[in-house]
């Protein structure tokens, strides 16, 4: 079942576009890698699936079953919340308040949703620490079980792991395969090329003002788009690496 | 001498009236203190300053045109630039910071050049003195202005405690809660709106320089030792509300003049917790 179909999508704003000819889709239970160069578009292809801008052209689809706030959101990290002062648990149960109307205070019903989510990313022990004491991989998990609280059927990830340590990053990636484990469905924005290849079942490239590829995570390495990538982006020992994989792809 | 000190303090303390500009007070620097959490969290601290010197070219021009009620030009005018200044704040065209240098002196210039041009008063240099330091007793302090402070204090702090789970959500993360269909554009128009009112108030209480302080200080203390945002708001609240009390009776009983006397306190208040931070830190 499509929770998002995108039928030649134009991204950009008032004075330009930033790319077009977007096509994709994105069903239940899937996993989307969003990659590309800095500037190729994915965050205002973010920000269009979260409805902060409008699409400039085309359509951008939501299943009926998909309301605005059933999608959870993990943006990147702002200065001013490095030095802020609240405790998880804060954090976590604002995620309620997308769902709650005019209803002004957390009831019971939002106290146990936030529970729930601490538990399944592993920090029910952080609650009451505060936030600005976390090391940067917790900061993200915390963030990712706000995001869970808000909406368990759709998360919307940018660039969750810019700035962690590789360990850190590793028990990242873990907490977002657990939640796609149980039905919960990933779009990722990611500059993580080798575990977007490793977690991800679809793969969406943008680069050059335009789509340069859709489709299954395990076609994509023997694609045109893959082999280009390596061919642009890294350097040159890195490069004899990748023409082998293409190789090895192709035979 | 210490006898008639306190003699001296329970003569005021007959007198009704010194009852409700200490309620007042405090009430002010209690709204002060709960939107100072969010405005320093959000980065806004020197908005509050930019729009204390609005409100001072306000009132200079509302009393050149010779309004009795003053606070009735002055407020709109306030709450409007903050809008302007806060509302916009994420796509304005000149920098947040550029943009408040500009209008916060702009508006003491002009204020200043309309006080002097257009006197009303024989004092002219004592008008403006108290203008941006507050006036120099509270028994100064008009009925009417007592009364239209107590009830705009009431609903500001209402406000707060109703939106106070938005109020968090959006200093936190204002990306975030737009992104899960939160009217974040309400929101900062609430914050405005709110900081204006509380400005405006406060300007007659410490004066126009100083009732920034009122808004970074108990904050600042505050977020020096409390970990969560529940915390440090409750912090700020009860300290801020303590040192106005306190520095109104120290203020009395001196014959100090009230705003500066509360700023003092603040500081006092800001040191002490600096200090206590640290030693918890070791």
Not at chain 1, 89 to 102: D, K, Q, T
Not at chain 1, 187 to 201: E, F, G, P, T, Y
Not at chain 1, 219 to 232: E, F, I, P, R, T
Not at chain 2, 175 to 203: C, D, H, P
Request: glycine share 8%; aromatic share 10%.
């Amino acid at each position: 079942m499509n929770l998002i179909e995108c039928r030649d999508l134009t991204l950009g704003y008032d004075d330009g576009i930033v790319a077009e000819h977007i096509d994709f889709t994105v069903e239940k239970g899937d996993y989307l890698c969003i990659v590309g160069e800095n500037g190729a578009g994915k965050s205002t292809l973010m920000k269009t699936m979260l409805s902060l801008i409008k699409p400039a052209g085309g359509e951008l689809k939501f299943s009926d079953e998909l309301k605005r706030n059933e999608v959870g959101y993990l943006p990147q990290q702002t200065i001013v919340q490095r030095d802020f002062p609240a405790n998880v648990r804060e954090i976590v149960m604002s995620g309620n308040l997308s769902r709650m109307g005019f209803k002004p205070f957390y009831g019971k019903k939002e106290k146990k949703r936030a529970d729930e989510a601490m538990e399944k990313l592993d920090i029910t022990g952080l609650a009451k620490k505060s936030y600005r004491n976390l090391s940067g991989g917790q900061q993200q998990r915390v963030l990712l079980a706000r995001a869970f609280c808000a909406a368990d059927k759709l998360l919307i990830l940018d660039e969750p792991v810019s700035g962690l340590d590789p360990k850190a990053a590793k028990e990242f990636y873990e907490s977002v395969r657990k939640l796609h484990d149980e039905g919960v469905t990933i779009i990722m924005v990611s500059h993580d090329m080798h575990a977007a290849l490793s977690d991800s079942d679809h793969i969406l490239q943008i680069g050059g003002h335009k789509q340069l590829y859709f489709g299954k995570t395990e076609d994509y390495v023997k694609s045109k788009a893959y082999y280009k990538l390596g061919l642009n982006s890294h350097p040159r020992d890195s490069r004899k690496h990748y023409m082998a994989e293409y190789h090895k792809a192709e035979n | 001498m210490d006898g008639n000190i306190i003699q001296q303090f329970l003569f005021y303390l007959s007198f009704p009236f010194v009852w409700f500009a200490l309620i007042v007070v405090a009430l002010i620097s209690l709204c002060a203190a709960l939107l100072g959490v969010t405005l320093v969290l959000k980065r806004y601290s020197f908005i509050g300053d930019g729009l204390s010197h609005v409100a001072f070219g306000a009132l200079a021009v509302a009393t050149a045109l010779g309004v009795t009620q003053n606070t009735l030009v002055v407020l709109p005018v306030t709450v409007l630039v903050a809008m302007l200044l806060i509302g916009m704040g994420r796509n304005a065209r000149i920098k947040g910071d550029a943009a408040i240098a500009m209008l916060s002196t702009g508006a003491l210039a002009m204020g200043y050049l309309i006080m002097n041009v257009f006197s009303v008063s024989s004092n002219v240099s004592g008008d403006v003195c108290t203008t941006l330091f507050g006036s120099t007793s509270i028994l100064t302090l008009k009925p009417a202005d007592v009364f239209i402070c107590l009830g705009f204090s009431v609903v500001v702090i209402l406000v707060f405690i109703f939106f106070y789970n938005r109020i968090f959500a959006v200093t936190f993360d204002e990306n975030f809660s737009e992104a899960t269909g939160m009217k974040t554009f309400f929101y900062r128009g609430l914050l405005a709106v709110l900081t204006a009112v509380v400005i405006v108030l406060g300007m007659k209480l410490v004066g126009s320089l100083l009732i920034s302080a009122l808004v970074v200080f108990p904050a600042l203390s505050a977020m020096r030792l409390f970990k969560s945002f529940k915390s440090v708001v409750l912090f700020s609240a009860v300290m801020a509300v303590i040192c106005a009390v306190s520095g109104i009776a120290i203020s009395v009983v001196c014959s100090f003049p009230p705003g500066a006397t509360i700023v003092m306190m603040d500081i006092i208040l800001y040191i002490v917790c600096e200090l206590a931070g640290r030693l918890v830190k070791r």
